[in-house]
């Protein structure tokens, strides 16, 4: 595991890169599709398209739909942001068209949609309903690159394309798993030449790291180190995966001298795994991090390495919790 190479790791990705096998009620929608006849679906995709919304040409999902008093539609989320309405320019545009709304629910009751992350590669279509659910915890879904947070890199696209991204820009570090899977050993360095990072007076971050292995690619996690201005560091990490298998993750990270087998004066955290969309003060409330001060890391330092962390993952398992991630063959 500790020698897979860029591409292994991405077609390894692309095989177990699903948080969740497809559930019956996420399958494409087949049952009522074989009922129907062409002219129905015909009939109701041609009603969907009279409910399109001018201003960002989306169909509404759900009510309530807006018009004008000579009847244009315009979607909830569009409605706020104009002061008149596109197509005629009335300045009301805040009638609701009940007839629209009814139209809507009664057309999409049988009616599966397109995920819409399908732009990115999603297929997977279904009832609006279930393609709520479907689209939080999509492989496709759009995330923010790691590094954002310390204002590195701006990256933002498919779940799917990220660690490709992070491999080309180079905006985190990829840490392969030792053999046992899910374990995880690197360092953090200090400033090159004669600065130090324990004399800075601002905040410290370090690249995000990617923590990559057979069984980790399930749950998108990564490590965060930083230093704050005030001497205190913070070592935690957080995953893409969706809450439910989130809350299945624990993480033991061990801060050490490198290369020191003993365990002996390391600093330990073993608890949970932090959101990725998680903010600081929400990991800060959690306590789903490690805190040590100046004195307790200086104390590891040799030379530019300012310490050896080792990181093990692993997941608690309710049933419900391993079915949730389990791969099919
Ligand atoms: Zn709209
Ligand atoms: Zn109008
Ligand atoms: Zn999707
Ligand atoms: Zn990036």
Same mark, same amino acid.
């Given at each position: ?77 569009? !409605? ?10 009335? @300045?009301? =545009?805040?009638?609701? /068209?009940?007839? #629209?709304? *009814? ?91 004669? !600065? ?10 370090? @690249?995000? =790291?990617?923590?990559? /292995?057979?069984? #980790?690619? *399930? ?111």
């Amino acid at each position: 595991m500790s020698d897979l190479s860029e591409e292994e790791i991405l077609s390894q990705f692309a095989l177990n890169g699903q948080f969740i096998p497809e559930h019956e009620d996420t399958k494409p929608f087949t049952s009522v599709k074989q009922q129907e006849t062409n002219e129905d679906r015909k009939r109701k995709a041609e009603q969907l398209e009279w409910m399109e919304c001018p201003v960002c040409l989306e169909t509404p999902r759900r009510a309530p739909i807006y018009s004008c008093k000579k009847g244009h539609i315009i979607c909830k989320d569009c !409605q706020p942001r104009v002061g008149h309405c596109p197509t005629c320019r009335d @300045k009301h =545009v805040d009638c609701r /068209s009940l007839i #629209a709304e *009814k139209l809507l629910e009664t057309t999409l009751k049988d009616y599966p949609l397109h995920c819409k992350f399908r732009v990115h590669g999603c297929s997977v279509q279904d009832l609006v309903e279930n393609l709520e659910n479907h689209e939080t915890v999509c492989m496709f879904r759009s995330v923010k690159c790691p590094a954002n947070h310390r204002g590195a890199c701006s990256w933002m696209g498919p779940l799917n394309k990220l660690i490709q991204h992070v491999i080309q820009v180079k905006c985190a570090q990829v840490v392969k798993a030792k053999p046992s899977n899910s374990y995880f050993v690197s360092t953090i360095g200090d400033f090159s030449q004669d !600065q130090t990072v324990f004399s800075k007076s601002t905040p410290t971050h370090w @690249k995000p =790291v990617m923590l990559i /292995s057979q069984e #980790a690619l *399930k749950f998108f996690c990564y490590a965060i180190f930083y230093r704050d201005a005030s001497g205190y560091w913070y070592a935690y990490v957080r995953s893409f995966a969706p809450t439910a298998v989130m809350k299945t993750l624990r993480v033991d990270i061990r801060i050490k001298k490198m290369g020191v087998a003993s365990d002996h004066g390391q600093f330990v955290y073993t608890g949970g795994v932090a959101s990725s969309e998680a903010s600081e003060q929400e990991i800060r409330e959690a306590g789903d991090f490690l805190l040590l001060r100046d004195c307790q890391v200086k104390k590891f330092q040799v030379n530019k390495t300012i310490m050896e962390y080792n990181i093990t993952l692993s997941q608690v398992g309710s049933e419900s919790a391993s079915e949730i991630i389990s791969i099919p063959d």
